[in-house]
């Protein structure tokens, strides 16, 4: 079992929609969590860090929930240049990435 | 631009063969990890190098094994090339030792295709 599992995708939305995904994680001791971004044939950047709490930054809101092992991914607003793959990341003692969400925002 | 150098860009192999890939961390970053992504996967991690030591590991095979330099530099080797090891190598730096805080700086990888 891959320890973090993502939907591929893709999700094809048009500007200004709001589009969520999710993903799960396996290791119930992971510490923390991010979301990265990958943009085509580029490398990942971190995009937020995941609070127990839940968190935002501007059109992005991140989502914890260890008692299912999940983590969420919500953008308002969808602009063209949220188009890229998304990619949950878990942490224990090394950073686990998922296979990653392709996001595509249309005109 | 994440300050995270990477060489070669691209490079062609055929099986059986050695390749060494190199890198140059950001300034002031005592850590690089190695990360091999394949084509429509997730990163997935290969070694990480703290202080010149290797700190941690993947589910790798022997033929996989690094070194990081006295100026935080890193470099991966690999032996014996098999296809499966056709991927996108990313290092990626951080400025922290063991802990971890998921800010890494990727550097923009080299792109290895086994024949």
């Known amino acids: 079992r891959k320890e973090v599992e993502q939907d591929p995708g893709p999700f094809n939305v048009p500007e200004g929609a709001t589009v969520a995904f999710n993903c799960t994680y396996s290791?119930?001791?992971?510490?923390?969590f991010f979301w990265y971004r990958q943009d085509c044939r580029k490398e990942p950047k971190l995009l937020m860090s995941?609070?127990?709490s839940g968190n935002e930054d501007g059109r992005f809101t991140a989502q914890l929930n260890r008692a299912s092992q999940y983590i969420s991914l919500l953008i308002r607003d969808s602009k063209l240049s949220d188009s890229a793959t998304y990619l949950c990341?878990?942490?224990?003692?090394?950073?686990?990435f998922g296979a990653g969400t392709t996001v595509t925002v249309r005109a | 631009e994440t300050g995270v150098t990477q060489s070669p860009t691209h490079l062609i192999k055929t099986r059986g063969q050695q390749v060494t890939l190199r890198c140059s961390s950001q300034?002031?970053?005592?850590?690089v990890s190695w990360y091999q992504q394949a084509l429509g996967q997730g990163p997935q991690f290969i070694f990480q190098?703290?202080?010149?030591?290797?700190?941690g590991r993947g589910n790798f095979p022997p033929r996989f094994s690094g070194l990081q330099f006295p100026n935080y530099s890193s470099e991966l080797n690999v032996n014996a090339l098999e296809l499966d090891d056709s991927a996108l190598y990313l290092c990626?730096?951080?400025?922290?030792?063991?802990?971890?805080?998921?800010?890494?700086?990727f550097g923009e990888g080299s792109r290895l295709t086994v024949l």
């Open positions: 990626a730096s951080s400025p922290r030792g063991t802990s971890n805080t998921g800010e890494l700086f």
């Open positions: 290791n119930s001791a992971s510490q923390s």
């Open positions: 995941v609070y127990s």
């Open positions: 990341v878990a942490n224990d003692y090394k950073l686990s």
């Open positions: 300034s002031g970053h005592n850590t």
């Open positions: 190098y703290y202080r010149e030591e290797e700190n």
